[in-house]
């Protein structure tokens, strides 16, 4: 079972602002460790979104911003476009094992 | 351009080895610092990471399955081999292959192949 937890869903209108969350431990997030963010349309390679839990790589959009509080982040879409339609999952790691990247539930947006 | 793509049997049967492929470009594993990784995804089910290869050959595995686990690279062929023993139906995911350029994430990755595991 996933080590973070994401909501299901979320939607918005074209144009509008959506929040994605991602909530961790005191082993995973809680413990300093960076969150990612990744999207993913089904049927096609994965994107890294943003890195060290608010950094673009080149070529993402600035309508996409990372941030992180405690055992927590989230990803913030401002600027809905229909093209942003994909699944999101946060990324971190966990300090139990050794050697173990964790990632989200998953988050589906949808645009309306 | 990255680029990574996978390959391998779409059905494999219970308790068989299941053997993928990850054929790459635009980078060398001999690099240093770089990492390709495989991560898998059951059908509605969440990402999860499995191994990971270093450029100079350090190998690390998702520890409740690294008993079943042998990951490896060909740089002449700018391949990494992911290998899983006695694989049961809930290994039926789509397998991922990613490149590391950081230890902490992964920046570029392949589309995937679905494996199904059916007798």
């Known amino acids: 079972q996933s080590v973070l937890t994401q909501p299901p869903s979320v939607s918005g209108a074209p144009g509008q602002r959506v929040t994605i969350s991602c909530t961790g431990s005191?082993?995973?997030?809680?413990?300093?460790?960076?969150v990612h963010w990744y999207q993913h349309i089904p049927g096609t390679a994965p994107k890294l979104l943003i890195y060290d839990n608010n950094n673009r790589p080149s070529g993402v959009p600035d309508r996409f911003s990372g941030s992180k509080s405690g055992t927590s982040a989230s990803l913030a879409i401002t600027g809905l476009q229909a093209e942003d339609e994909a699944d999101y999952y946060c990324?971190?790691?966990?300090?139990?094992?050794?050697?173990?990247?964790?990632f989200g539930t998953g988050t589906r947006v949808s645009v309306l | 351009q990255v680029t990574l793509k996978e390959s391998g049997p779409a059905l494999v049967k219970p308790t068989q080895t299941l053997t993928l492929t990850c054929t790459f470009s635009?980078?060398?594993?001999?690099?240093?610092?770089?990492?390709v990784s495989w991560v898998r995804q059951p059908p509605g089910k969440a990402l999860e990471w499995l191994a990971r290869?270093?450029?100079?050959?350090?190998?690390f595995y998702n520890t409740p399955l690294k008993t079943r686990l042998t990951i490896s690279k060909d740089t002449s062929k700018s391949q990494v081999v992911l290998t899983m023993t006695n694989v049961d139906p809930v290994d039926t995911a789509t397998y991922h292959c990613?490149?590391?350029?950081?230890?902490?994430?992964?920046?570029?990755w392949g589309q995937g192949t679905l494996v199904t595991v059916s007798s």
């Open positions: 990613a490149r590391m350029s950081s230890s902490w994430f992964f920046d570029y």
């Open positions: 635009g980078f060398s594993l001999n690099t240093f610092g770089l990492r």
């Open positions: 005191s082993s995973n997030i809680g413990a300093d460790y960076d």
């Open positions: 290869i270093d450029w100079d050959n350090d190998k």
């Open positions: 990324q971190s790691y966990d300090s139990r094992l050794s050697v173990s990247y964790v």
